[in-house]
């Protein structure tokens, strides 16, 4: 389309995709003689083609590989920043990530992203230090505030790849979330953390599967923001399960796993270790761990 002299202002033109033909990429632009204010492509004759688009953007649209050679992470952050109150999609395949992805905690640039299952978020590059996480809900623009106009954040399926450098997902700075259908693989500390951000996060996180690489000191699920909700989730190879450091929280059905039987420190791992209070846990279980359930601090229902 960039290259094609004979397109005329005013027509709709359709893609067959963005880099090579066939690789999700697709796309329909209407031709016009006036920069557009929103996402557009400059083409070879002076005109431009503004991308015709719904509330659910596909990345492959916007330049981004997922053949995972590529780094994605600039053009991915790009269209996070760039058009809140979407759904953002990513088609299957593997995003290379070098350096986290940001996403604000102000309730008006919130963002969905929406991964298709075989579609993996994969850290790559030797950037990444202990305290990294692939992606940051609230990361910047961090906010206290359930009342303003705006759509909930939360992220669907895929794949989080941790490769063994990276953490997986943080809350620190938002609060009304949601994290479902995704597998988390590969942690190297922390799987997913959910921090205090005055007192509560909301957080709803339901059907996860947290996979780390049994190093020590290493945590499945850490909470320190109150009134979060977890259904439905297995965490397996951390030397703690779950670790929570706060209250209100509702636990269903979560089962920690350990399964490292060469774990030099095993008289040190805990299923759930639990220093809050007023906790609800139904139905949670611990498997193999040398403590199951380690009380401490506070008293938890």
Known sequence: MIDDRTLKNDIVVETLGYHTIN???????????????????????????????????????????????????????YCIDTFPFH???????????????????????????ILSRYAILQADSANWTDGDYIIELGGKNSTYDANSNGATTGISGGIIDCNGIANGIVNNGGRQFYIRNTDIKHVKNIGLAILENNTSADAD?????????????????????NDNTFTNIRVNGFQTGVHIESGGNMLQNIHPLYTDGTYTNYINTIGFYVAGYNNLFNNCYSDGYSKAYYIADYYSD
């Open 23 to 77: 690789d999700g990429g697709n796309a329909t632009y209407q031709i016009v003689d006036i920069k557009p204010n929103t996402y557009y492509e400059k083409l070879n004759n002076g005109l431009f083609g503004k991308l015709i688009y719904n509330n659910k953007l596909n990345v492959k649209q916007f330049g981004v590989y997922g053949d995972g050679l590529n780094d994605d992470t600039a053009l991915i952050q």
């Open 87 to 113: 759904r953002i999609f990513f088609p299957d395949g593997i995003y290379k990530i070098t350096k986290p992805i940001i996403i604000s905690g102000t309730p008006s640039e919130s963002v969905e992203l």
């Open 205 to 225: 996180v339901s059907n996860v599967n947290i996979q780390g690489t049994n190093i020590t000191n290493s945590k499945g699920i850490y909470v320190t923001a």
